[in-house]
T-cell receptor, first 116, second 113 residues
């Protein structure tokens, strides 16, 4: 089962910041927070990941609370092309005997609709 | 490199037939993953390979499903005696060991009639 909860949907106006929340209250110390998105009829696309520090790349910023029980993905200037299903996933790195798993456990995600 | 390539993009088959899908990962990626996605749901993990070794399999992968990656490059996923419940999008992804994220292909959409 997915270890994260997200609202089912959210709307955002084009050009505004989109703040996508995720709760992961049972996250353990070695688990990272990953974000992927899936545009209709395409495979999921990696966006960003983090452990406990805030992260930023060319696509988005990831803000993780100090207790790591929740996070927010920020798209600073949403465009129509950002309309997609966004998945928040927790995952430990390493496989098998290292205590982690290679698999990503996706929930249903959150549908972000960017409106003109 | 054009990313992860999956063929065919669409497959319609009759119940009871066997089907095979192919995935060509990004050439330098040593890990390859298969996922299945049904309408309205997130992708579900099926199996993954490191080079040619199949290291993890989901219990979703029944004995009608088999995956191979014989030379550590491309992979095939075969479904024998297809059932209507097998209708789904089958996604392949690849990564380098220790890399931050996977790269997914566009998937093969299977419809069993």
């Amino acid at each position: 089962d997915a270890k994260t909860t997200q609202p089912p949907s959210m709307d955002c106006a084009e050009g505004r910041a989109a703040n996508l929340p995720c709760n992961h209250s049972t996250i353990s110390g070695n688990e990272y927070v990953y974000w992927y998105r899936q545009i209709h009829s395409q495979g999921p696309q990696y966006i960003i990941h983090g452990l406990k520090n805030n992260e930023t790349n060319e696509m988005a910023s990831l803000i993780i609370t100090e207790d790591r029980k929740s996070s927010t993905l920020i798209l600073p200037h949403a465009t129509l092309r950002d309309t997609a299903v966004y998945y928040c996933i927790v995952r430990s790195l390493g496989s098998g005997g290292q205590g982690g798993s290679e698999k990503l456990v996706f929930g249903k995600g959150m549908k972000l609709t960017v409106n003109p | 490199d054009t990313g992860v390539s999956q063929n065919p993009r669409h497959k319609i088959t009759k119940r009871g037939q066997n089907v095979t899908f192919r995935c060509d990962p990004i050439s330098e990626h040593n890990r390859l993953y298969w996922y299945r996605q049904t309408l309205g749901q997130g992708p579900e993990f099926l199996t993954y390979f490191q080079n040619e070794a199949q290291l993890e399999k989901s219990r979703l992968l029944s004995d009608r499903f088999s995956a191979e990656r014989p030379k550590g490059s491309f992979s095939t996923l075969e479904i024998q005696r297809t059932e209507q419940g097998d209708s789904a999008m089958y996604l392949c992804a690849s990564s380098l060991q220790g890399a931050k994220g996977y790269t997914f292909g566009s998937g093969t959409r299977l419809t069993v009639v």
